[in-house]
């Protein structure tokens, strides 16, 4: 009994950690999402001119927040997985399958989006401020820098589609001793309540709608959270299985 109290509580400590990488990792795109008012688009609106503005700090937080995610995620990731198997969720179903390929792949997915979309936004930042034509170059520099965002975007949703449609099956089954709430705790549906929300602070012409940006990664973080709490429920959560993902 002392064992399993103890497991417990590592577990607990990991998602607590993991939340709160992932949490510091929403405020790396609110760092990544601001752009100071006025200026023209830039590679079909992808960013402004006034980006030149924002400073470079900025980006560099950034960065470091997105790598402190991926260790997150290198902890909470093989311990979701254990929560699963001793939810008594088989290995070989299609649901157990589809979260852990997700989880396999969010650790260095975190790290490496969030790092090209600062290095991107660095460069065309560098381009401004050192007088380059930017509309003349758009089509020579500019669109290819922001072109190799796209592997990483395309990456983003394979990790995030299969967690959201997992878990909510697990959440929704009564597998993780979850209330019905939980299922706005994934990646896919946090983004797209921040995404309702931005929509709306634009059209109310607020100045605050880049800090709806977060929402895929507070929906990693507050998945990290529903976890803890099936960590703390009544579920089957009996021996530690030690075997990793």
Known sequence: MIRVELVRKRSKKIFIFGF?????????????????????????????????????WFYIVSMMFGILSGFGCMLYAPEMVNVLRQKGIPEDSKMFKMMRFALRSAPLMFVSFHAVCCVVLLLIQAALRAGLDIYSAS??????????????????????????????????????????????????????????????????????????????????????LAFCFAVSGKGNVGRRDERNI
């Open 139 to 224: 089509d020579i520099f500019l669109l290819p820098v922001a072109a190799s965002m796209l592997p990483f975007l395309i990456w983003c949703f394979i990790c995030d589609i299969p967690a959201t449609i997992a878990f909510t099956y697990f959440v929704i089954k009564r597998k993780l001793d979850l209330p019905m709430i939980a299922v706005v705790c994934s990646p896919m549906a946090m983004s797209i309540l921040s995404k309702i929300i931005g929509a709306v602070l634009i059209a109310l012409g607020s100045k605050f709608a880049f800090l709806v940006a977060c929402g895929e990664s507070w929906g990693w973080a507050f998945m990290c």
């Open 20 to 56: 709160v990488a992932l949490l510091l990792c929403g405020v790396g795109d609110w760092l990544i999402g601001y752009e100071p008012d006025g200026g023209q688009e830039l590679i079909y609106g992808i960013t402004r001119t006034t980006i030149a503005q924002v400073p470079t």
